[in-house]
């Protein structure tokens, strides 16, 4: 769990020079492109060791390429090398709040070191996991928004912070109901589930083992790594744990994922710091860099870090399920697409998070892989948080 050691991992964090072909991201093209007014986020997922994961996120409509690494702490039995998936995903939601109220500043004159964007995410998980009725549930955030400024008045700050929260992706995402569709192909045949479907054909029915590249480079021009492991929580003797351990099969727990974001005038370029990771004490923290909802040169736009996050925490609830019916499974890749509004959007369609999952089965066995299927879906944080109206309390100083 050593900082070297992670952040010797994290090296393989970075832009992808170019688009990623093969595997599972060619499958991608015979899917359907995204209805009128939404642009679609692409993502392809693969397991590394015990907890770690892989993910390439793809954006055509700002040409970001990106690959992420994902772990989990020592209470899931991961090694703690790389972030979590919800820290990802709280890291995106702050990227995306404070390059609104950056930039609403800056019409008053404010600087964008005036400004700073914390996020609290709370998640609660119930029930058992072999008797299928573990859920996992995302619950209202709270946003504090920082404006070091006597330019406008306490009023001013707190209708410029509503209106950026709300003119935002982060807003979008946590106040619309997305539709969830899944598919599952185990060992080259189509799965049926008791859940939406994604009906279109695809080119890949097996994938290798080594569909993505792991070749990037974890340090950008500016010389800041895109991600790292930079610290510990320190000891609160004020804090009361939820529930035992994230491996038990009967869970009764809430978890807080924090993230604190500020504009890094160090490297420019409309670029941020995040600090972001769960909110309990001795809970690694990671720094993050990230740009606004519409992208900057040098580091992840907010949406590309919450597409991370949406894929790795659906990943991590697939091998949960698998360790607790005692039957890992090794083989495995998924595709992601979520459709999120152009500017300008009416908003009035409905929004898609599809999920395609590929399992490569020692034994096929279909009853299993739908099992496996349904009990990451009903566990994800994520695809609860995006199928839940939220409201989120937002405090300014």
């Given at each position: 769990?050593?900082?070297?050691?992670?952040?010797?991992?994290?090296?393989?964090?970075?832009?992808?020079?170019?688009?990623?072909?093969?595997?599972?991201?060619?499958?991608?093209?015979?899917?359907?492109?995204?209805?009128?007014?939404?642009?679609?986020?692409?993502?392809?997922?693969?397991?590394?060791?015990?907890?770690?994961?892989?993910?390439?996120?793809?954006?055509?409509?700002?040409?970001?390429?990106?690959q992420f690494l994902c772990?989990?702490?020592?209470?899931?039995?991961?090694?703690?090398?790389?972030?979590?998936?919800?820290?990802?995903?709280?890291?995106?939601?702050?990227?995306?709040?404070?390059?609104?109220?950056?930039?609403?500043?800056?019409?008053?004159?404010?600087?964008?070191?005036?400004?700073?964007?914390?996020?609290?995410?709370?998640?609660?998980?119930?029930?058992?996991?072999?008797?299928?009725?573990?859920?996992?549930?995302?619950?209202?955030?709270?946003?504090?928004?920082?404006?070091?400024?006597?330019?406008?008045?306490?009023?001013?700050?707190?209708?410029?912070?509503?209106?950026?929260?709300?003119?935002?992706?982060?807003?979008?995402?946590?106040?619309?109901?997305?539709?969830?569709?899944?598919?599952?192909?185990?060992?080259?045949?189509?799965?049926?589930?008791?859940?939406?479907?994604?009906?279109?054909?695809?080119?890949?029915?097996?994938?290798?083992?080594?569909?993505?590249?792991?070749?990037?480079?974890?340090?950008?021009?500016?010389?800041?790594?895109?991600?790292?492991?930079?610290?510990?929580?320190?000891?609160?003797?004020?804090?009361?744990?939820?529930?035992?351990?994230?491996?038990?099969?009967?869970?009764?727990?809430?978890?807080?994922?924090?993230?604190?974001?500020?504009?890094?005038?160090?490297?420019?370029?409309?670029?941020?710091?995040v600090d972001s990771g769960?909110?309990?004490?001795?809970?690694?923290?990671?720094?993050?860099?990230?740009?606004?909802?519409?992208?900057?040169?040098?580091?992840?736009?907010?949406?590309?870090?919450?597409?991370?996050?949406?894929?790795?925490?659906?990943?991590?609830?697939?091998?949960?399920?698998?360790?607790?019916?005692?039957?890992?499974?090794?083989?495995?890749?998924?595709i992601q697409a979520i459709?999120?509004?152009?500017?300008?959007?009416?908003?009035?369609?409905?929004?898609?998070?599809?999920?395609?999952?590929?399992?490569?089965?020692?034994?096929?066995?279909?009853?299993?892989?739908?099992?496996?299927?349904?009990?990451?879906?009903?566990?994800?944080?994520?695809?609860?948080?995006?199928?839940?109206?939220?409201?989120?309390?937002?405090?300014?100083?």
């Amino acid at each position: 769990m050593g900082f070297s050691d992670a952040n010797k991992f994290l090296e393989q964090t970075g832009p992808l020079a170019d688009p990623p072909s093969g595997g599972l991201l060619d499958a991608c093209t015979a899917l359907d492109g995204p209805p009128s007014g939404f642009e679609r986020v692409w993502a392809a997922f693969e397991p590394m060791e015990v907890m770690q994961k892989r993910g390439q996120i793809l954006r055509p409509q700002t040409g970001e390429a990106w690959q992420f690494l994902c772990d989990e702490g020592a209470a899931l039995g991961g090694t703690d090398w790389a972030p979590p998936p919800l820290a990802y995903f709280a890291a995106g939601l702050a990227s995306s709040i404070l390059g609104a109220v950056v930039e609403k500043a800056a019409a008053h004159g404010i600087p964008s070191s005036a400004v700073s964007v914390a996020v609290d995410n709370h998640y609660s998980l119930r029930g058992s996991i072999l008797a299928g009725t573990m859920e996992g549930l995302g619950q209202n955030p709270d946003v504090s928004v920082g404006i070091n400024s006597d330019a406008l008045s306490a009023q001013e700050k707190s209708s410029l912070a509503l209106e950026a929260v709300s003119s935002v992706l982060a807003g979008y995402l946590m106040k619309s109901v997305f539709t969830s569709a899944f598919n599952v192909i185990a060992n080259g045949k189509q799965i049926a589930l008791d859940l939406t479907h994604w009906d279109q054909e695809i080119k890949a029915s097996a994938l290798p083992i080594a569909a993505l590249d792991a070749s990037r480079s974890g340090v950008g021009a500016s010389g800041a790594a895109y991600v790292a492991k930079m610290s510990l929580r320190p000891d609160d003797p004020s804090f009361i744990a939820s529930g035992g351990s994230g491996v038990d099969l009967v869970q009764n727990r809430s978890t807080v994922v924090s993230a604190a974001a500020t504009a890094a005038d160090t490297l420019g370029n409309g670029i941020f710091t995040v600090d972001s990771g769960i909110g309990r004490p001795g809970a690694a923290i990671y720094q993050f860099l990230g740009a606004p909802d519409a992208g900057a040169v040098g580091a992840p736009s907010s949406a590309c870090l919450i597409a991370a996050g949406i894929g790795f925490c659906f990943m991590t609830q697939l091998g949960r399920y698998a360790e607790a019916k005692k039957r890992p499974v090794h083989d495995y890749r998924m595709i992601q697409a979520i459709d999120i509004p152009l500017p300008g959007s009416d908003g009035s369609q409905t929004p898609v998070i599809g999920t395609k999952l590929f399992l490569n089965l020692s034994e096929p066995d279909a009853d299993f892989a739908g099992d496996l299927a349904n009990s990451a879906r009903r566990t994800c944080f994520l695809h609860s948080t995006l199928q839940a109206n939220l409201r989120s309390k937002i405090v300014v100083t």
